[in-house]
């Protein structure tokens, strides 16, 4: 893995403002992400995991501009993609595209298969027809499916097939970097295992590097290097999987870890309950915005923000908590 960053997002703000309505006061706007900071390596996999509603799905999408940062820097080699023109950016795409969690939904329902995966190349001029045929087959076969498969359409695939389908078209054009946002949550248990094990053969085999939204903690560490842990809009943990599995500093990160399965059914589970609902990120809780549902909380804790900070003796640990 190279030491650059690939990706490097700083200060990432995505804050909604809802309508202003006669006679009502404005709302608040919802922070659903604020002051977001990461990196992600060539060739790297960021997780980014959280409750529903945590913001790591507007994340994925404010760094490639499906919805637009209200605040934030997000550079990709180097290069600023805030500011640039939807041209500019369109042109930035092929180094950066999605694989999403229902992928029957981002398919064409008119386009065969074949056209799918090859729509990508025609819309940026790559190759000539009879090159964008084989490249299409090379690309079928690289994710598992016949090259005959190429004259169906998207509804004669299975669940599984489709989201290979999904990974092709990603593929097309070579990217340095996918985003996966919940790619295999909406699959069958028993094809996710196969779904994850392509995208990491494609890791090893292009180098891609890999910002994938996930739930599913199991997912997570089989397939990251490193996990960013968010709560309510914000980051507060980030490690490298081993530590943070064997490890987390964080109480948000140990109550979302104890949910995950055992492998060993004689280790007892030790199952920490989250107190309370989520609050509403329209009107976050002051300092640490997890103290309302803490167990560990102080008076400090409502008044004062803690930082993403690194933890001694390892600069790749940072948790944002006064007592840990
Ligand atoms: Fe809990 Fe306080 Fe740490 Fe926040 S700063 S996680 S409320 S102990």
Redesign the pocket.
């Known amino acids: 893995m190279s030491a650059v960053p690939l990706l490097e997002v700083s200060k990432l703000k995505k804050h909604y403002s809802s309508p202003k309505r006669w006679l009502t006061p404005q709302q608040a706007p919802i922070q659903a992400v604020d002051d977001v900071s990461f990196t992600v390596s060539r060739g790297e996999t960021l997780a980014l995991v959280g409750e529903s509603g945590c913001g790591k799905t507007t994340t994925a999408k404010s760094v490639l501009r499906l919805v637009e940062p209200t605040a934030g820097s997000v550079r990709l080699a180097g290069e600023e993609l805030v500011g640039l023109s939807q041209a500019q950016m369109r042109q930035r795409r092929r180094q950066m595209q999605i694989i999403f969690q229902d992928p029957y939904a981002s398919l064409n329902p008119r386009l065969s298969a074949g056209e799918a995966v090859a729509e990508p190349l025609r819309n940026f001029g790559v190759g000539d027809r009879k090159e964008r045929t084989e490249r299409v087959a090379w690309l079928f076969s690289r994710v598992g499916l016949r090259p005959e498969a190429a004259t169906k359409y998207p509804h004669e695939f299975s669940g599984g097939q489709r989201q290979r389908l999904g990974i092709a078209r990603a593929l097309a054009l070579q990217p340095q970097l996918i985003v996966c946002d919940e790619p295999v949550s909406a699959l069958d248990v028993s094809v996710q295992a196969q779904v994850v094990n392509l995208l990491m053969d494609l890791q090893e085999e292009f180098g891609i590097a890999y910002l994938f939204v996930a739930h599913d903690l199991a997912v997570v560490r089989h397939i990251s290097h490193r996990v960013a842990v968010m709560y309510l809009g914000h980051i ?1 943990e980030i490690a490298d999987r081993t530590t943070l599995f064997a490890a987390p500093r ?3 990160t140990e109550i979302l870890l104890s949910a995950v399965p055992v492998p060993n059914p004689r280790t007892p589970a030790r199952r920490i309950l989250l107190q309370g609902d989520p609050p509403s990120p329209a009107n976050p809780p002051s ?5 309302t549902r ?5 008076p ?3 008044q004062q923000k ?1 930082t993403l900070s690194p933890r001694e003796g390892s600069g790749e640990h940072l948790v ?5």
Not at 294 to 298: E, G, I, N, S, V
Request: overall charge positive; aromatic content about 14%.
């Open positions: 507060v964080h109480p948000y300092g640490c915005r997890f103290h803490c167990p560990l909380a102080q400090v804790c409502a803690p944002a908590c006064h007592f840990r």
